[in-house]
């Protein structure tokens, strides 16, 4: 292969690794921004949007289930969710950008009917944390689950920052939905389990 040639490859590949990020980046920061502009107007209409969070035991609070995730008690709680979910979602992401929306909807439907089951009945559960700890999940179980360099490393990095956070599946204050944090850590493993399996098909 000529110089000419390989400078050419190098730039297709270029090219298509920043489209990539780009794509990636529009995905989270579009999220978020759904997750802000719904917050805003949730103020705005004092609270009334939090009762589309998942509701234990009845039937109508199902559709938190797909609702919950973008929705949260205040700025305070949507701060707290932002970074992490940002940071986690694109390592999602890093090895396939789909891989970001099987684990999402993995973790949201096993977090959510885990919640709905379990929850106190007279409870309202809301917020983006299930799903992070979802994401936090699956990237510490990916490595052991397809056990190559890249997972194990990125699994190591993931242990290493967030590592403290896995207590959160356990109960702990109140107003905290570890509910929502235990699920969406089975939902996480299973996942990882689940992607790994596929791609070794």
Do not use: C
């Amino acid at each position: 292969m000529s110089n000419q040639e390989t400078r050419s490859l190098v730039h297709q590949e270029t090219k298509a690794l920043t489209r990539e990020l780009k794509t990636q980046g529009t995905i989270l920061v579009g999220l978020v921004g759904v997750m802000w502009a719904l917050e805003i107007v949730d103020i705005a209409l004092g609270g009334a949007l939090n009762a589309y969070g998942i509701l234990p035991h009845s039937l109508i609070g199902l559709r938190g289930i797909l609702f919950a995730p973008l929705l949260h008690g205040n700025f305070a709680h949507l701060i707290a969710n932002t970074i992490p979910f940002l940071i986690l979602g694109w390592f999602v992401m890093l090895q396939e950008t789909s891989d970001f929306f099987i684990v999402t909807a993995i973790t949201m439907l096993v977090g959510g009917l885990g919640t709905w089951l379990i929850g106190s009945p007279n409870s309202v559960h809301i917020g983006a944390s299930g799903v992070i700890f979802g994401y936090l999940w699956f990237l510490l179980a990916r490595g052991y689950f397809e056990r190559n360099i890249p997972s194990i490393f990125l699994s190591l990095i993931v242990g290493f920052f967030y590592g403290g956070a896995i207590w959160g599946v356990l109960p702990s204050q109140p107003g905290i939905s570890w509910e929502g944090h235990l699920f969406g850590f089975i939902g996480g493993i299973l996942a990882a389990r689940l992607l790994t399996r596929r791609k070794k098909l």
